[in-house]
């Protein structure tokens, strides 16, 4: 199994980042999948799920700015994130969902910051 994230970067205040993550050695369209995030010193968390049937899921403090969405033919999940603050400056990682069971990957870094 591996996940492979790519797509982070710096970016200024209010701007737009896509992240994708490709998976392989998994049975992908069968599984949840989700984003979370670790900013330095602090716990991850969650910023989206989406579930094998394409139902998804955002945190109150999510809703609005990120779109989370799957491409099953290609193996991969994206995750659109708009109106970026420094705040959402992390490294951002794709596991399985709700439950993270999968190993984890590398991870893509975000930098918000002028």
């Known amino acids: 199994v591996r996940l492979v994230e790519s797509g982070g970067g710096l970016v200024q205040p209010g701007g737009s980042l896509t992240l994708s993550c490709v998976a392989s050695?998994?049975?992908?369209?069968?599984?949840?999948l989700g984003w979370s995030r670790q900013a330095p010193g602090k716990e991850r968390e969650l910023v989206a799920g989406?579930?094998?049937?394409?139902?998804?899921h955002y945190p109150t403090a999510m809703k609005g700015r990120v779109t989370i969405s799957r491409d099953n033919a290609k193996n991969t999940l994206y995750l659109q994130m708009n109106s970026l603050k420094p705040e959402d400056t992390a490294v951002y990682y794709c596991?399985?969902?709700?439950?993270?069971?999968?190993?984890w990957g590398q991870g893509t870094q975000v930098t918000v910051s002028t």
């Open positions: 989406i579930a094998a049937d394409g139902q998804t």
């Open positions: 596991n399985s969902y709700p439950v993270w069971y999968l190993p």
């Open positions: 050695g998994i049975t992908f369209s069968r599984n949840g």
